[in-house]
């Protein structure tokens, strides 16, 4: 039994007995005397093992507590929140700062965040001299990288940078060492990699043809056709898994990032998951989207529903994949690309299939969210999910049989106008990282045409009436949460501050969102998206205890501060995850 739990029997029994005597002396009595003593000895246990804190100002993002200074803490909850008085001044512990409620990223990939953690870092890279560089520089610091048993690993390289051109296979022999090496690189979007000679060997051959996948060049592999590779790649033992897990949730912590919605985990790293969920320095909250070992499949075996008790990792939603990525020319589009106009992109599985894929799961209980981010893509998966009500509510109206189930399209990037406006009226939730409308800005309107960008593409507000989930989709862009916010604000580079055409007046700035908005797209809104509300993205009374301390009121902030922002601590159920240290190396 928990000490609380304890105390409280053992304070509460004498109390609870002498009421029992009144009751029966006293049986008519109102039964409310019955339970007063419970209330009271409640209350003063709330007193006696809850921790008060108490800042300069409070953002509550609650609807009935929007202006507070203090909160207490029980149980990894917020027992009590309030405006402070002197009757608090002895039993506060008095802080400096500014609160508001623990950051959740909307869509996130945690495990391949910690391996690129432990990987070559590609982002940024400029040329292919630029990445053989950080290739060189990597295996010099890392001598068992490369071998057959564990691959060269790494992400962030664009053929954009490659004067137009795709890598090849032989691009990766920098030197005789290299030539013997195992290397897999993935793209900057992660819907294609890039192998070595080494790792082509392997390869059957001719290489099969994939529906859904294509092979660009030699050495590259998008979408679908990655399969061929992976199924050779010598996955990480749980030892070096269990390390990537643990670095990436402390990076994310440094972020003031309490919980993601981890957008994609086999079962088998489920089972890692709820492994380590017990450990002491498992330091977030976890929102898992099952995706079944082979991709678009209905795995009901594994399906199994999952929350441990402290609120650290919740499984009961799917992912399904309708297309790939808009940089690769791999979204689904209902017209050609403007810059390719012999391609539509690939659809990764047909619209039937997909349609049967929603209803099955959603039999089981099961959110379904699907990866969409060209028109036909999110056409497709608005019908599926259309499809899918019928069956699964049959008495109820849509929008009422979504608000049950919930049902998400990941990403939500270019969508017709007929769709947003079934969006719209059934309820549909947008999952949309707004980096991805700052780094996709110098190209978008290329591929797609004047009028889909301006109709279609990167749509915020327009969104907004069915609160959008926001995320950043890491490591395919930065997890740091006070950029998406940046870049949902300004529709600006939270690199350069600048938008397409090199200005600050925000590529299609009628798109964009306040602050307060923002704000909420990376709290609550992730919580209603998760089936949390209530619990997380709020500071109030029966919530997780989760929270961010800034060193200024996030409203006062000018959006350029924004952009560079760091967070002073991170609280995890009551429990300091994170305290920024000093320049100097001392810790305030």
């Known amino acids: 039994m928990p000490p609380i739990a304890t105390s409280f029997t053992i304070i509460s029994l004498p109390i609870i007995l002498v009421a029992v005597v009144y009751q029966l002396r006293f049986p008519d009595l109102d039964q409310m005397f019955f339970l007063l003593p419970n209330f009271l000895v409640f209350k003063i246990i709330q007193n006696i093992f809850s921790k008060t804190y108490c800042y300069a100002s409070i953002e509550t993002l609650s609807p009935g507590t929007s202006y507070v200074d203090c909160f207490s803490v029980l149980d990894g909850k917020f027992s009590r929140v309030f405006m402070d008085d002197t009757s608090h001044k002895l039993t506060k512990d008095a802080r400096e700062g500014h609160v508001i409620p623990g950051l959740w990223d909307g869509h996130g990939h945690l495990l391949r965040y910690g391996e690129l953690m432990n990987s070559v870092n590609l982002f940024g890279t400029r040329s292919m001299d630029d990445v053989k560089e950080r290739l060189l520089r990597y295996k010099a610091g890392h001598k068992e990288a490369g071998t057959s048993d564990q691959w060269l690993r790494g992400i962030g390289w664009d053929q954009a940078n490659f004067e137009g051109r795709w890598p090849v296979a032989s691009d990766l022999e920098i030197s005789e060492t290299f030539k013997d090496m195992y290397i897999m690189l993935d793209r900057v979007d992660v819907h294609c990699v890039w192998v070595s000679e080494k790792v082509l060997a392997l390869l059957p051959s001719p290489l099969p043809e994939i529906p859904g996948g294509e092979i660009p060049a030699e050495g590259v592999f998008c979408d679908n056709s990655i399969d061929i590779v992976t199924q050779f790649y010598p996955r990480p033992g749980k030892e ?53 070992e082979t991709r678009n499949t209905f795995c009901p075996e594994d399906a199994v529903k999952f929350n441990d008790s402290d609120g650290r990792l919740f499984v009961r939603s799917v ?14 589009m209902i017209e050609p690309y403007m810059d390719k106009p012999e391609s539509k992109g690939s659809l990764l599985v047909n619209g039937t299939t997909l349609a049967k894929l929603a209803k099955d799961w959603a039999r089981t209980g099961f959110q379904v969210n699907i990866h969409a981010i060209g028109d036909l893509a999110n056409k497709l998966s608005v019908e599926a999910f259309t499809s899918a009500y019928d069956v699964l509510c049959p008495a109820l109206t849509q929008r009422e049989c979504q608000a049950q189930h919930r049902f998400r399209i990941e990403h939500s990037q270019v969508i017709h106008p007929d769709q947003q406006r079934q969006m719209l009226l059934m309820g549909i939730i947008p999952s949309i990282q707004p980096t991805h409308a700052t780094s996709d800005m110098a190209y978008a309107e290329a591929r797609l045409g004047k009028r889909r960008t301006e109709q279609e593409a990167y749509r915020m507000r327009s969104l907004l009436p069915l609160n959008p989930v926001l995320g950043s989709d890491f490591p395919v862009e930065s997890a740091n949460i006070f950029e998406g916010i940046y870049a ?101």
């Open 240 to 292: 070096r898994k269990a390390k990537f897990l643990k670095d990436a949730m402390l990076d994310l912590n440094k972020l003031g990032i309490v919980g993601m919605h981890d957008a994609g985990v086999f079962p088998s790293e489920l089972e890692l998951y709820k492994e380590l969920v017990s450990d002491e320095d498992w330091s977030l909250r976890i929102y898992a989207m099952l995706e079944c």
């Open 488 to 588: 949902a604000v300004t529709r600006r580079s939270p690199r350069t501050g600048l938008d397409a055409d090199g200005g600050t007046e925000g590529w299609y700035s009628e798109e964009t969102l306040s602050l307060k908005e923002a704000l909420e797209g990376f709290t609550s809104n992730p919580a209603y998206g998760a089936f949390l509300e209530g619990k997380a993205g709020v500071i109030q009374t029966g919530a997780y205890a989760d929270w961010v301390v800034l060193d200024e009121p996030l409203q006062a902030l000018s959006m350029e501060s924004l952009r560079i922002l760091t967070v002073r601590e991170t609280w995890v159920g009551g429990k300091m995850v994170y305290k920024r240290p000093e320049p100097d190396g001392i810790v305030f």
């Open 319 to 332: 992912k399904l994949f309708a297309d790939g990525a808009l940089g690769s020319w791999g979204s689904a």
